[in-house]
């Protein structure tokens, strides 16, 4: 299946994919408006170490941990691969944010504290916003064979 | 830190009903002018260091940022300019030359935009270039007299050319000046297109070596990076005499900037000046020239093309004659607004003449002494859209070299701070966090597509000429006409006014 | 002011007829006149001319100059040079038939003349191109006179009118030669001058030209690097010289030169075998200025036969034919069938495929 990946010789750090997924998850038109009503934490998180950055997001491993440790059977894998959380089974009990090995599940904020992953943007149906927005191309949405 | 006599020339607009504090901008600027207040959880500007480069405006999400002019101003005088004024408080302040880069920016005649072209009515269709062949196709180098044919077959044999896809190719700009990144684009560019692109003066860096086939490597007065290995691996080599931004004057790479590769492409020091002298010093005259052009042609089995380059200078006419003579297949001719990584200002605003009337006094000159023929002719030095290309061909030149142009495609602002080293665009700099700003993937499509468009265009504007190859457009100065211009300056050019 | 031809250029459209007895039989001249006349539409009566081939038999071995004259100075200085130059074996007025279309005749000369061989050989030129250079200095230097015709056993007659007056008015049926070719001119904007009237001449070489040159100054450029001077500023004259120049001072045979001026497309050279793809490479890179751009269809003469040729596009139109032993070329069929009403072959040449007729072996006169 078709995933987000990294290249990290072209990650900038800039951090333009955590806004543009905050924004896209919204489900807002505009990027201000959206900021201002309070962004959701973004489902991708840019690393950085000295000269070493890159963006990281929910791989969709074949075997997910955290679909195994969650408590109420809210992470599933749709028939395209895709890892969900259902926000309407979610407690919040944060356990798959403990088990995911790549910290890519976060925490949601507000009254919505239910665990939030990426999606790939399926319910948008547009190449994700995180590779969409990355102006140097340092994030590409692609076929690359199981991991 | 006494007074501040220099004030920023620029100042960030901000709109803070629109910023979301991302903090994009902060995070961009190698010149450190946003910063992010925790206190009041907004943004903050120092303009002292910027210089319009328009990173951060471009990469704002919700395009809350503007750059603008200081509107702080000293006293208008018709004489003395404001930029007069503060670049007198900047030696008084440091003792120092002053520095610029890219090509003249005063507002001295611009040429190209007092020319205009021919179209067909009537008497001659004109040819549509999506239904017709339209050939834009040219061979660089020297031509042998005349060409001997026994019962169809060609005895002649020829000298080595360059053949180019589109009469434009990419200008000298070393590795050192620009980044890695930017060669690779240019590179690859000129592969797809099936043009060339210059080494400048910095050597080849050794990843490099497999274009080579769309590369002419640059032999300078520093003579950087100049092995055998460097002579073969291109397509053709220039000899660099002189650039239009900088008439006689040397080169000199900052410390700064000659990183591990660099120093190792250039073969020096890591961490050395990297200085090129201002004449060669083995060229003091033009049988010098002619030693170095031959000393070449045997380094190289006779197998490529010698380029020689010159800036524009007031006798460029006679001196092209004297290197149509030395040997050299290919004259280039830099005009006074080319573009540079850094030059003394007082040298790139005064020195040099432009180079529309350049190349024009250059062809004639050769045709006068009936040797056109036998060199090629490319023409650099603020070739800006591609009718200027075709009227550089049509006043007499094979080709053109792109630089500026070529890095506004890599995302260059034209902020002439290349001198810096801090460029945000990860063009004029050697900092690897600002260098991979520069992703060649997309530079190198961004240049294709450049280049591909000007193509068409030329063609576009050579279909209306009723032209369908590029042969008939070279020196076909009866397709232009003068607006505005003086009757001496028509004479130069060569061409007749309009109306007429 | 309006400017004379000369003075500025003119784009022209036109009737082109060209015909040759390929075994050297000899064709009245007023055949060519019929031919032209069925094209009377596509002249405007400002130039018509024609040149033939075999017709001076008796003085074959010297040059024909004919010559405009505008004003007595000009003929005293033309003669004086011509007398200085060469031997003039014969001189004489140019027989014409007036007629009240043709108007403001200049004095028309005829000389057969040789080089004189101490200026020859003091020149240290080939006798060709003494004589080509004559010619030209004339024709630059001397004002009111014009040198129009300047080969061996053949002569150029031209006027401004429509061709079939002027072939009346040179009483072309009275001169018998194995080729011809014709001109109708359609000039855009010139008050007509006799001289911008085709054919042009250069020695034996004469073009008629039907088009309009994009690649004039490219081509004129080129050429004055090499002692041409175009002084008419007329898409013949340029061209008249480029086949000079390849033909005869760079001995490239005429099938050659048609790769040359209507030069094989990149992307058919691309495919060609590569001893072939060599010779066109270098075609257009070394006479890549002499390609001739924009609509064209032409006809050259020479001794000894004719030569058409059409833009690479085929922009204008052009029709060869054949019968026994002659050649017909023309702008349209009709003008053939008026001539030769049922030909072996008709046909429409591609552009920059050139139709080479010579004489053959022995048909020479």
């Given amino acids: ?147 | 830190m006494g007074i501040n006599y220099i004030q920023p020339g620029f100042i960030v607009l901000r709109d803070q009903n629109r910023c979301i504090r991302c903090r994009v901008c902060e995070r961009q600027c190698s010149n450190e002018v946003h910063r992010y207040d925790e206190d009041d959880n907004i943004m903050l500007a120092d303009e002292s260091g910027c210089v319009d480069c328009q990173r951060c405006v471009s990469l704002c999400p919700t395009h809350a940022l503007a750059i603008t002019e200081n509107p702080n101003h000293l006293r208008q005088n018709a004489n003395w300019s404001n930029q007069l004024i503060y670049e007198n408080y900047r030696q008084a302040e440091s003792g120092g030359m002053l520095l610029s880069a890219m090509g003249n920016p005063l507002p001295f005649p611009v040429y190209w935009d007092k020319i205009l072209l021919n179209a067909s009515q009537v008497t001659n269709p004109s040819i549509d270039p999506l239904r017709e062949p339209m050939e834009t196709r040219v061979s660089l180098g020297s031509k042998p007299k005349r060409l001997e044919i026994e019962n169809g077959i060609l005895k002649t044999k020829l000298p080595v050319n360059l053949q180019l896809n589109v009469p434009i190719m990419f200008s000298a700009m070393s590795y050192g000046s620009i980044s890695k990144n930017a060669h690779e684009s240019l590179a690859r560019a000129a592969t797809e297109l099936g043009t060339y692109y210059n080494t400048g003066e910095g050597g080849l860096h050794e990843d490099f070596y497999k274009y080579g086939s769309n590369t002419i490597v640059q032999v300078a007065s520093g003579r950087f990076g100049v092995h055998s290995g460097y002579l073969m691996a291109g397509s053709a080599i220039e000899i660099k005499m002189g650039q239009g931004a900088k008439p006689g004057i040397g080169g000199h790479l900052p410390s700064g900037k000659v990183k591990e590769d660099v120093s190792r492409t250039r073969m020096i020091p890591m961490g050395s000046d990297a200085i090129s002298p201002a004449p060669h010093h083995d060229i003091y005259s033009i049988e010098d020239l002619r030693q170095l052009v031959y000393s070449l042609k045997e380094a190289t089995r006779y197998t490529k093309p010698v380029f020689v380059k010159i800036a524009a200078v007031h006798n460029v006419a006679a001196i092209a004659s004297g290197i149509a003579r030395s040997g050299a297949d290919v004259i280039v001719i830099d005009g006074f607004r080319g573009g540079t990584g850094a030059a003394p200002t007082r040298i790139r605003d005064n020195v040099g003449i432009p180079i529309e009337l350049a190349l024009a006094a250059v062809d004639q000159r050769l045709r006068d002494e009936g040797i056109r023929n036998d060199v090629s002719v490319v023409v650099a030095g603020s070739i800006r859209c591609a009718s200027d290309a075709v009227k550089a061909i049509a006043l007499g030149a094979d080709a053109c070299y792109i630089g500026t142009a070529a890095l506004l495609a890599l995302g260059c602002h034209l902020c002439r701070d290349c001198h810096s080293g801090k460029c945000n665009w990860g063009i004029a700099t050697q900092r690897p966090e600002l260098v991979k700003r520069l992703n060649p993937e997309i530079g190198y499509k961004r240049l294709v597509n450049l280049v591909s468009a000007w193509d068409h265009e030329i063609k576009e504007m050579m279909g209306g000429m009723g032209i369908n190859a590029i042969d008939s457009l070279r020196g076909n100065r009866l397709m232009l006409r003068g607006v505005g211009i003086n009757e001496k300056e028509l004479q130069i050019l060569g061409i007749k006014h309009a109306g007429e | 002011m309006l400017l004379m031809e000369g003075e500025t250029r003119i784009p022209s459209g036109c009737a082109i007829v060209g015909l040759i007895s390929r075994k050297g039989r000899m064709i009245p001249g007023d055949t060519a006149v019929k031919a032209i006349a069925v094209m009377h539409d596509r002249s405007n009566g400002l130039g018509g001319g024609f040149a033939g081939y075999g017709i001076y038999p008796q003085y074959k071995d010297l040059y024909a100059f004919h010559i405009f004259y505008y004003n007595q100075k000009a003929k005293e200085q033309t003669e004086e040079f011509l007398n200085s130059h060469f031997d003039i074996e014969c001189l004489n007025n140019i027989e014409i038939r007036r007629l009240p279309n043709i108007i403001d005749e200049p004095v028309i000369m005829r000389y057969f003349v040789a080089p004189a061989q101490l200026k020859l050989k003091s020149s240290q030129l080939d006798e060709r191109e003494f004589v080509a250079r004559c010619v030209i200095r004339i024709n630059s230097e001397i004002d009111g006179a014009y040198v129009f015709s300047s080969g061996k056993n053949m002569g150029v007659f031209k006027a401004v009118g429509y061709p079939e007056d002027v072939g009346e008015f040179y009483r072309l049926e009275e001169y018998q030669g194995y080729s011809w070719t014709a001109h109708g001119r359609y000039p855009t904007n010139t008050p007509g001058w006799w001289g911008g009237a085709h054919p042009f001449g250069l020695l034996d070489y004469t073009i008629v030209h039907n088009g309009e040159i994009s690649s004039y100054d490219a081509n004129r450029r080129f050429l004055e690097m090499y002692g041409y001077r175009c002084k008419l500023l007329t898409d013949t004259e340029v061209i008249t010289y480029i086949f000079d120049y390849l033909n005869r001072r760079s001995g490239l045979p005429l099938e050659e030169i048609s790769n040359i001026v209507c030069a094989r497309f990149w992307d058919e050279i691309d495919r060609m075998p590569e001893e072939e793809r060599r010779k066109h490479e270098a075609y257009r890179s070394v006479y890549s200025s002499l390609l001739i751009n924009g609509p064209f269809s032409i006809i050259l003469g020479f001794s000894g036969g004719i030569m058409a040729l059409n833009d690479r596009l085929k922009l204008r139109s052009m029709v060869a034919a054949e019968k026994d032993d002659m050649v017909y070329v023309a702008s349209e069929e009709c003008a053939i069938r008026e001539i030769c009403p049922s030909p072996d072959r008709v046909w429409s040449p591609r552009g920059g495929e050139p139709v080479i007729a010579r004489l053959e072996e022995g048909g020479r006169n």
Avoid at chain 1, 49 to 65: K, M, Q, T, W, Y
Wanted: charged share 25%; proline share 3%; glycine share 8%.
């Fill in chain 1, 1 to 147: 299946m078709k995933k987000v990946f990294a290249i990290e010789e072209f990650c900038l750090a800039c951090h333009l994919c955590e806004y543009n997924c905050a924004f896209s998850h919204s489900g807002m038109k505009d990027m201000v408006k959206a900021y201002k009503s309070g962004f959701q934490p973004a489902r991708i998180q840019v690393e950085e170490s000295g000269e070493i950055n890159f963006a990281l997001n929910c791989r969709h491993c074949s075997d997910p941990v955290c679909m195994k440790a969650c408590i109420t059977g809210s992470i599933s894998r749709g028939e395209d691969g895709v890892i969900r959380v259902d926000t309407n089974k979610c407690v919040g009990c944060w356990t798959c944010v403990m088990t995911c090995p790549y910290g890519a599940v976060v925490r949601g904020r507000g009254d919505r504290k239910v665990a939030l992953k990426c999606d790939l943007c399926t319910e948008s149906g547009n190449t994700p916003a995180c590779v969409e927005g990355c102006p140097n191309r340092a994030l590409v949405f692609e076929e690359r064979g199981d991991d």
